[in-house]
C-alpha cells in the first residue's frame, strides 16, 4: 500500500492516467462532472460500486470502495470553490478500480494525511495521492486518486488452488 503527496513534476503523469490541461484523463474509463456539493456524491458512490461489481469485487469489498470513493471525493469537495465542478474519472480492468477526481480550489492544500479521513483511504485502498496544482486561471486544482485491488480469493470453495 502507497499514500503519498505528489510533487508537480510527479503529478505530470501516473499509470494508465494522462494529465492534459489540468485534468485527470485514465483512457477507456468513464468521466462524470457534476457540482462540487456533497449531496451528489451518491451518483459517483453508486457508479464505484457498480463498476466494483463488474470487476468480480465481492460484498464487503464493494462497500470498501463506495467508502474510499466517498471519503476521497468529500475530502476533495469541501475544498471546492463555490459553483466549481468536480470531475471523476473511473477506471475498471483486470480486476481494479481506479477513480481520479479533481476541482478548482481557493487554497494550495492536497488532502491532509494527518486526519481520520487520510486513515480510512489509506486502510481500504491498495494506492492513494493527492496533491494541488496552480491553476492557470487563478487558484489552484486539487487533485486525489486511489487504486483498489479485488481482494484474493483464496480458501473459497471453487477459488483456484482452495477450499474452505
Request: net charge negative.
Amino acid at each position: 500500500m502507497s499514500a503519498d503527496v505528489l510533487s508537480d513534476d510527479q503529478a505530470a503523469t501516473g499509470g494508465d492516467c494522462v494529465f492534459q490541461h489540468g485534468f485527470v484523463q485514465m483512457p477507456g474509463g468513464v468521466a462524470v462532472r457534476l457540482p462540487a456539493d456533497l449531496a451528489q456524491l451518491f451518483v459517483l458512490r453508486s457508479l464505484a460500486a457498480t463498476l466494483a461489481i463488474r470487476q468480480d469485487f465481492d460484498l464487503d469489498a464493494v462497500e470498501d470502495v463506495k467508502l474510499a470513493v466517498d471519503e476521497m471525493c468529500s475530502a476533495v469537495t469541501i475544498r471546492a470553490k463555490p459553483g466549481e465542478l468536480l470531475i471523476c474519472e473511473f477506471l475498471a480492468r483486470d480486476g481494479r478500480v481506479d477513480v481520479a477526481v479533481t476541482t478548482l480550489s481557493e487554497v494550495d492544500e492536497p488532502i491532509s494525511q494527518d486526519t481520520f479521513g487520510w486513515l480510512v483511504l489509506t486502510t481500504l485502498t491498495d494506492s492513494v495521492s493527492s496533491w494541488t496544482t496552480p491553476d492557470p486561471n487563478g487558484g489552484y486544482r486539487i487533485f486525489a486518486m486511489l487504486s483498489v485491488k479485488r481482494p484474493g480469493r483464496h480458501g473459497v470453495i471453487g477459488s483456484p488452488g482452495g477450499t474452505v
